[in-house]
Each structure stands twice: as C-alpha cells, then as structure tokens.
C-alpha cells in the first residue's frame, strides 16, 4: 500500500462537493422564483408621465365632486342621460348620504346605473338638505351645523351658599 498512490479526484473532495451543492441551490431558487427588476426612481416619470394612464378616457365615469365651504358640502354628480324622476337623494341613519338611479315605474331599466354612499362628516344639518338636478348635474348641498357651546352663566342666579346634599363615598 506504500508503494501505490491514490490517484487525486477533485469532485470527490468533501470541500468541492459541498460548493458544488451550493451552486447548484442558488441556481434551482433563482429558476423557481420570478425575479422582477429593481424598478429606479429613474424609470418613474415615463410611468407617471404616460398619456395613457391620465386621459380622459380612464376618468371614472360617476365621478362625485365633493367640495366643503364655511357654511356647506356640495356633493356633485354627472348624470347626464338620466330623467329627473330616475334620481333617488336618500338620507340613512342620518349619518350617510345616498344617490342612486332607480327605474321609475319598476319595469324598465334607468338610462345609467349609480349608486354611491357617502358617510356624512359631523356636525350637519340634515333638516336643510338640498338637492337640484340641472343639465345633467347633480348638486346635493348639506349645510353645516353650528353650535354655539359656550354658555354664560349670571352671578345672580348663583346660591349665596353651597348646601352638601350627600356625602362623598
């Protein structure tokens, strides 16, 4: 046995063996999952900028305006093609706000199907809501309510002296 000499074989080193096994992971993991590229700040304007995404013809089609004033929000609507008579303004719980198109007389369908429902903000007077229906718009105003917290109380209609009515537990 002294005399022979074992011929030297590099894949069958334990070292080899073990960083070809490594290798040949990563690559099964890189074939296995989708690798996306890094996406730059540098690619973002063409992706912003493109005339596509921001045209006219990707507006949402019932778009409701919602616009606040120091006495009011107006709620307003493009229904245009839609009678009069087919808007519903509903008011629920007294907290939310609902316009939608339903048929009239319950047979036919309305020329163009909406609903929305918005959550009214505090503080509404929702006795004084309005709603007009003029060239297709509608403009649903619901004033705010203001209410004056602050009370003045008169010195005179203080007692002259305090009377403990119970005492503390």
Partial sequence: MLG?????QPLQSPLISHLRLQ???RERKKKSRMEFPNFQPASWPFFFNAPVLFSPYFTPENYVHWI????????SADLSGVKKEEIKVELEDSRYLIIRTQAVDGETEPAKKFMKKFRLPAMVDVNGISAVYDDGVLRVTIPKSFVNRRFRIDPADLPERYEVLAPAA
């Fill in 4 to 8: 022979k000499t074992l011929p030297f």
């Fill in 68 to 75: 606040e004033t120091p006495e009011s929000h107006v709620y």
């Fill in 23 to 25: 290798i040949l992971n």
